[in-house]
């Protein structure tokens, strides 16, 4: 045996799975656009050759994915559907259910995410999306005493806002599922917390600093605070070995 490449198994491709990967591609060439219908199902069998069974469960997994939609008793072809956050929540979901995405690198991203969310935003918010950042804070403090869920709500709304007035859809769309995946990993563990309280008034005090950052304009000073915020909450969660990546992204925060 030389030294040299390794070489991995390899793995069958079921033929549904060519499928779905066929109509994926063609959407991204733009050659299948939003609102375009697929052929119907007896045609998809012929373009395939494939067996109906076979073509069933590649438009199965790409309505489970988001991609298509399929109406019972339309004669028509299944819809492609638009770009949507659900469907990217529940591919990144999935990936860090299997242990394929780690919830340093979720945090890592979010922590990047939210730093430049904040930056812009204290750069360009208007003064209505100020106000709308000042009232979710309102919200998120009433939301102490009913609960995390409640509070877990409000903590949303705060970052929506802050996402918004970042300018950035990508910011916005990106942040929304990042968060999503990585209190899906944590809830729990937060909500049952003998100090679940005492967790949410820090969290609101962090989030309080931030928009006094924005509100000040500073935005180098609401990434910073933003990034620390998060490494604060999220770190207890994540293997020690596995901070390295978190703690880089704070280096420089304190000079």
Known sequence: MTDGAQFQQVRSV???????????????????????????EREL??????SRPTVREALRVLESNGVVRSRPGDPKGPEILPFSPKGLTK????????DQMSIAELVAFRMILDGSGNLLAARLRTAKELAAM???????????????????????????????????????VCNAVVRGVVLSLITDKVAHSRNSKALMRESLEHHREVVDAIRAGDGPA??????????????GY??????ASLLALLEGDED
């Open 45 to 50: 069998v012929t373009q395939f050759g494939a």
């Open 91 to 98: 591919q990144m979901t999935r990936l860090a259910q299997i």
């Open 238 to 243: 994540v293997p020690k070995r596995d901070r």
């Open 14 to 40: 079921r033929l549904y799975e060519r499928i779905v990967q066929q109509i994926e591609d063609a959407i991204a060439r733009g050659e299948l656009t939003p609102g375009q219908r697929l052929p119907s």
């Open 134 to 172: 000042e009232r979710t804070l309102e919200v998120m403090e009433s939301a102490i005493d009913l609960g995390y869920e409640e509070f877990s709500e409000a903590d949303m709304a705060f970052h929506d806002a802050v996402a918004q007035a970042s300018r950035n859809a990508m910011i916005q």
């Open 222 to 235: 609401a990434a910073r605070i933003s990034r620390r915020n998060l490494y604060d909450y999220y770190a």
